[in-house]
C-alpha cells in the first residue's frame, strides 16, 4: 500500500496484538517488557501524546513541570525512546481529557488480517462497480475504529473520487478533512488542505478556501529543491531528483490551470496554455513512469485537448480540432484499457462510474455529440474516431460480460 501523501489507502504495519482479555495495563507493561527486549511492537502514545502537548499549546518545559518530570523524559516520550510508567497514565489522560485508551491508541492498533480482508472486501466492491456498497463498509468499520486514520483517508478518497453530487456529500467531505487535518502532522496533512480547499472553492465558500489557502507554504524561491541537481551526488540522486521534477511540474501545471481560469485570453492564447499544460503533464508522467511504471495524468491530459480540440472548432480550424480530437480517442481507448472505467453520467462529470456505460460510449455518445462539434461532424477522420468509440465500447462491454461469466 501507499503513504498518504499520494492520497491513496495505507495499512499500519502492526506485528502483534494484544489480547483482548488482557486488561489494559497488563497488555502495556507486556508491551514496553518487549521493547525494552528490542523486539518491535505497535504503539501509538508518543504520537498522541507529542499531538495532545501541541494541540493544548504547550512546551515540553511547561508538561515537564505540569506532570514534575524532567523535559528530557517529555523529549523521550515522544520520540518513543521511552515510556511512562504505567501509575501515571490516568492522569496524563485526565489532563488532556481523553480515555487512557485514545492516549494509547488502542483503536489504532488493529489486526492486520483484519484490516487486509476489509480493503480487500472494499477493493473488490470498487471492481465490481458497487462503490456505494464499499462507501457503507467503510463507515460501518470507522463506527468500530473511529481513530484508524486509513479508513478516514480510503472514505475521504471514495467519497471525492466516485460522488457526483459533492452538495449532498459537503459536510460529510468537510468532517472528514477537517479531522484528517486536525488529527496528523502539518506535513502529512497538507495533501488534504489542498484537496479541501478545492471544494471549497468549487462550493463557492471564498472565506474558508482563503482562510486554509493562508496555512499553506508560501515560499518557492531561495528554496533546496532546484539546486539539488548540482549539489546532491548520494545513491538516491536519481530518483530523488525525478520526485522534484514531478513537484516542479505539478506547481507549475496548478498556476497556469489558476490563471487560464480568471485571466481574459482569447482563444489562441487560451490554447497555447492549454497546449503547455499538456505537456508539463507529459513530463510529470514522463517521470512518474521512470520512477514507479505509471501514468497517473491521462484523464487530465483527455480534458486539456478536448478543450483545445472545443476551441479550434470555435475558430473555424477543422483540421486542428480533428487533429486533438484524434488524441482525445486514442487517450480515452487507452483509459478504458488501463482502468475499465464504468460509470453513472452526470454534467461536466465524464469520468464517474456507471452500471450501463463504459468511457468509450460516453465519449462518443456525449462529449463528441456537443453541438460544439458539428462544425467537423462530417470529416472523415472524426467520423473515424467516433467508430474507433464505438468498437471499442462494444468490445469492452464484451469482455466485462466474458468475466461475469466466469
Not at 479541501?196 to 518557492?220: C, D, F, G, Q, V
Not at 468511457?359 to 470529416?379: A, L, P, Q
Request: negative net charge; glycine residues 2%; hydrophobic residues 35%.
Amino acid at each position: 500500500m501507499n503513504s498518504i501523501p499520494t492520497m491513496l489507502c495505507i495499512v499500519n504495519d502492526s506485528s502483534n496484538r494484544c489480547l483482548k482479555s488482557a486488561s489494559l495495563f497488563k497488555w502495556y507493561e507486556y508491551k514496553i517488557k518487549k521493547e525494552r527486549r528490542g523486539m518491535k511492537m505497535p504503539i501509538y502514545f508518543n504520537e498522541n501524546f507529542k499531538r495532545l502537548r501541541k494541540k493544548a499549546d504547550l512546551t515540553q518545559e511547561e508538561v515537564a513541570e505540569i506532570f514534575n518530570i524532567s523535559p528530557q523524559s517529555v523529549s523521550r516520550w515522544e520520540t518513543g525512546a521511552n515510556y511512562p510508567d504505567i501509575e501515571i497514565l490516568p492522569y496524563i489522560a485526565g489532563f488532556f481529557k481523553v480515555t487512557v485508551d485514545e492516549l494509547l491508541g488502542t483503536n489504532e492498533i488493529l489486526d492486520d488480517k483484519i484490516v487486509a480482508k476489509y480493503f480487500n472486501d472494499i477493493h473488490n466492491l470498487i471492481d465490481n462497480g458497487n462503490i456505494q456498497d464499499a462507501i457503507n463498509i467503510i463507515r460501518k468499520v470507522m463506527k468500530e475504529y473511529p481513530l484508524n486514520l486509513d479508513f478516514q483517508s480510503q472514505l475521504l478518497i471514495m467519497v471525492c473520487s466516485e460522488t457526483t453530487d459533492d452538495e449532498k456529500f459537503k459536510d460529510e467531505i468537510i468532517t472528514i478533512s477537517e479531522k484528517i487535518i486536525k488529527s496528523t502532522d502539518y506535513k502529512t496533512s497538507l495533501p488534504y488542505r489542498v484537496q479541501l480547499i478545492y471544494y471549497y472553492k468549487k462550493w463557492n465558500m471564498k472565506n474558508e478556501a482563503r482562510k486554509l489557502w493562508e496555512t499553506l507554504p508560501s515560499e518557492i524561491y531561495h528554496t533546496q529543491d532546484p539546486l539539488s541537481g548540482y549539489v546532491i551526488e548520494d545513491k538516491n540522486w536519481d530518483k530523488d531528483q525525478k520526485k522534484r521534477i514531478i513537484k516542479a511540474t505539478e506547481h507549475l501545471s496548478e498556476l497556469i490551470s489558476g490563471y487560464l481560469e480568471k485571466a481574459e485570453l482569447d482563444i489562441l492564447q487560451k490554447i497555447e496554455l492549454k497546449k503547455s499544460n499538456v505537456e508539463i503533464r507529459n513530463l510529470e508522467d514522463m517521470m512518474l513512469n521512470y520512477i514507479n511504471n505509471k501514468n497517473f495524468h491521462l484523464n487530465e491530459r483527455i480534458d486539456e485537448n478536448i478543450d483545445i480540440a472545443e476551441l479550434y472548432c470555435e475558430l473555424g480550424e477543422v483540421e486542428n480540432a480533428v487533429d486533438y480530437v484524434e488524441k482525445v480517442t486514442h487517450d480515452t481507448i487507452l483509459s478504458a484499457q488501463k482502468f475499465k472505467f464504468k460509470g453513472k453520467l452526470e454534467e461536466n462529470d465524464i469520468y464517474k462510474r456507471s452500471k450501463t456505460r463504459n468511457i468509450c460510449w460516453i465519449f462518443w455518445e456525449d462529449v463528441f455529440g456537443k453541438t460544439k462539434f458539428d462544425i467537423i461532424r462530417n470529416n472523415e477522420r472524426f467520423i473515424e474516431c467516433i467508430e474507433l468509440l464505438k468498437i471499442n465500447s462494444k468490445l469492452i462491454d464484451c469482455l466485462e460480460l466474458i468475466e461475469n461469466d466466469e
